[in-house]
T-cell receptor, first 119, second 114 residues
Framework: AQTVTQSQPEMSVQEAETVTLSCTYD???????LFWYKQPPSRQMILVIR??????QNATENRFSVNFQKAAKSFSLKISDSQLGDAAMYFC????????????????FGKGTKLTVNP | NAGVTQTPKFQVLKTGQSMTLQCAQD?????MYWYRQDPGMGLRLIYY???????DKGEVPNGYNVSRLNKREFSLRLESAAPSQTSVYFC?????????????FGPGTRLTVT
């Protein structure tokens, strides 16, 4: 079974600075998807960025980018020019490329990293 | 377009009581999911429905039942609530059928069992 590990329960960053959140995963599959979700105090889960394992190029979305190291099974999230609105829990998640038994696209989540942004 | 909606938003139950959490999506998605979120544990899958008419157990199914009422609706039932079921419950949906489509989440239900 796949597992996702986020080793930093909490992180803090100064406004306008850059912060990197770590994520490692364990899998025997060669093709899969990785996601970062943001959960602000409102509790709503919001997709930040996704990466297909078969793509060598790291995904970027505005101020958010990832460093995907497939051999090391590492998937870190970099937030540039941090803003107060970036304060949230961030969850790393894994999904198999192929449908699981039963046809599901199940996500496996890490335990999350709480990001605080200081003004 | 409301996305994924959940009712209720908050609920307090006594041990042994039963209740049903409702979830509906208006995106014509095939797959739907129920997760629970506990402090320090991330989200864990309880049950899922890959398509209308099918349901399967996830990682933590004990104490729960589900019904995929139609393509839009997927309910989660606690037959005899226990304090260990105190949690925040999220419903999610996705297109299904493979591919990298994201899961869309509802706003969550905070359940307290006393």
């Amino acid at each position: 079974a796949q597992t996702v590990t986020q080793s930093q329960p909490e992180m803090s960053v100064q406004e306008a600075e850059t912060v990197t959140l770590s994520c490692t995963y364990d899998t025997s599959e060669s093709d899969y998807y990785l996601f970062w979700y943001k959960q602000p105090p409102s509790r709503q889960m919001i997709l930040v960025i996704r990466q297909e394992a078969y793509k060598q190029q790291n995904a970027t979305e505005n101020r958010f980018s990832v460093n995907f190291q497939k051999a090391a099974k590492s998937f870190s999230l970099k937030i540039s020019d941090s803003q107060l609105g970036d304060a949230a829990m961030y969850f790393c998640a894994y999904r198999s490329y192929t449908l699981t038994q039963g046809g599901s696209e199940k996500l496996v989540f890490g335990k999350g990293t709480k990001l605080t942004v200081n003004p | 377009n409301a996305g994924v909606t959940q009712t209720p938003k908050f609920q307090v139950l006594k041990t042994g009581q039963s209740m049903t959490l409702q979830c509906a999506q208006d995106m014509n998605h095939n797959s739907m999911y129920w997760y629970r979120q506990d402090p320090g544990m991330g989200l864990r899958l309880i049950y899922y429905s890959a398509s209308e008419g099918t349901t399967d157990k996830g990682e933590v199914p004990n104490g729960y039942n589900v019904s995929r009422l139609n393509k839009r609706e997927f309910s989660l039932r606690l037959e005899s609530a226990a304090p260990s079921q105190t949690s925040v419950y999220f419903c999610a949906s996705s297109e299904g059928g493979g591919g990298g489509a994201e899961q869309y989440f509802g706003p969550g239900t905070r359940l307290t069992v006393t």
